[in-house]
């Protein structure tokens, strides 16, 4: 069997300079690892962390 955790689906929703509502998708163990990705593969979200508004996990 199998012991390994399943990547769940999370999207992480952030504001723009224009206060525009957007997301990112990704596949993660948990909220704080999407987090961690978003910030990885978005350079704005990296720069501005504190614009996330929301992760959800969409399973």
């Known amino acids: 069997m ?4 399943f990547l769940k689906p999370y999207t992480v929703y952030y504001r723009d300079f224009q206060n525009l509502r957007l997301e990112n998708c990704f596949y ?3 909220s704080y690892e999407a987090r ?3 910030m990885e593969f978005n350079k704005y ?5 504190n614009r996330i508004d929301l992760i ?3 399973k």
């Open 56 to 58: 959800r996990c969409e």
């Open 36 to 38: 961690t990705l978003a």
């Open 2 to 5: 199998n012991n390994k955790p």
């Open 28 to 30: 993660a163990l948990d």
């Open 45 to 49: 979200i990296n720069a501005h962390p």
